[in-house]
C-alpha cells in the first residue's frame, strides 16, 4: 500500500486533516519484512537467495523450482555455518545427484512434513541418482544433527554405497549424537544399503522404517581397527 500524499497547497480543512490520518497511519501499519534482504549469515557464506519470498534456511529461498536441489542444499548448508541451524525442506518430491556433506557440522537439523507412508499431500520425497559407492550423505566428524520427517530413495542400481555414513573423517573425530527421526528409507534397488556407522557415537534412529538394501545396517567394518558405540533403534521396522 502506498502512502497518501499530503498536498503542499491549500485545501479545504477536512480533507487536508483527513490526508494527514491515512498518511500517519499506513506509517504506523507498516512492518519490515527481513526475509526479503540477505541475512548476515548468507553474506558470510556468500549464498545469494534466488526466491526472497522464502524465510531464511527453507531450500525453496535457494532453489529455482526446477531440476536438481544440489545447490540449494548447498547453500542451505553454507548458511548454517558452524552454529548449526534448522534446513526446511516443504513437501513436494525432489531429484539430487550429489553429495549432501555434513562433515564437520554442528547443530544442523535437516526436516520435511513427513514421509510418503504419511499421506501423499504432505510428504518430503527425495530421490538420489548418484552412482557409485561413496555415501549420499556424509555425516562424518559432526556433532548433533538430524534428519526428520521425509523419505529418502535411490533410483540407480549403479549405487553401492550407503545412503548415510556417521562416522569418523579420519581427522577430526567420530560423529556423536547424530539422528533420524520419522524417515523412510528405500534402498529397494537392494544394491545400495541404509547405513555406515563405522566410528559412530551415541545416534539414534526412532521410527525409522527401512525397505529394501543390499544390506541395511554395517558398524564395525570387516578389517577390524573399528566400532560403533551407543547405537539405539526405537521403534523401527525393516522390509525386504
Not at 562416522?167 to 528409507?185: A, E, K, W, Y
Amino acid at each position: 500500500m502506498s502512502i497518501p500524499a499530503i498536498p503542499t497547497r491549500h485545501q479545504d480543512e477536512t480533507a487536508h486533516r483527513q490526508r494527514m490520518a491515512e498518511s500517519i497511519n499506513s506509517i504506523r501499519d507498516f512492518t519490515f519484512d527481513d526475509s526479503r534482504v540477505r541475512t548476515a549469515a548468507e553474506i558470510a557464506a556468500g549464498v545469494t537467495p534466488v526466491n526472497y519470498a522464502y524465510e531464511p534456511y527453507n531450500i525453496l529461498r535457494y532453489w529455482s523450482g526446477s531440476g536438481d536441489i544440489d545447490t540449494a542444499i548447498a547453500s542451505a548448508l553454507a548458511v548454517c555455518g558452524s552454529n548449526g541451524g534448522r534446513i526446511r525442506i516443504p513437501a513436494g518430491s525432489y531429484t539430487t545427484a550429489s553429495q549432501w556433506n555434513f562433515n564437520q557440522k554442528q547443530g544442523i537439523v535437516l526436516e520435511g512434513d513427513g514421509t510418503s507412508t504419511a499421506g501423499a499431500s504432505n510428504a518430503t520425497i527425495i530421490t538420489y541418482s548418484g552412482t557409485g559407492s561413496s555415501p549420499w550423505i556424509l555425516m562424518t566428524s559432526a556433532f548433533g544433527c538430524q534428519i526428520r520427517n521425509m523419505t529418502l530413495k535411490h533410483s540407480s542400481s549403479s549405487f553401492t554405497g550407503p545412503m548415510i555414513k556417521i562416522g569418523n573423517d579420519g581427522t577430526h573425530g567420530d560423529s556423536f549424537q547424530c539422528n533420524l527421526i520419522d524417515v523412510l528409507m528405500d534402498a529397494g534397488l537392494n544394491t545400495a544399503y541404509h547405513l555406515d556407522l563405522d566410528h559412530a557415537i551415541i545416534c539414534e534412529f526412532v521410527r525409522v522404517y527401512f525397505a529394501g538394501g543390499a544390506v541395511s545396517v554395517k558398524g564395525q567394518a570387516a578389517a577390524g581397527g573399528s566400532y560403533s558405540n551407543v547405537i539405539k533403534f526405537k521403534q523401527c521396522q525393516w522390509a525386504n
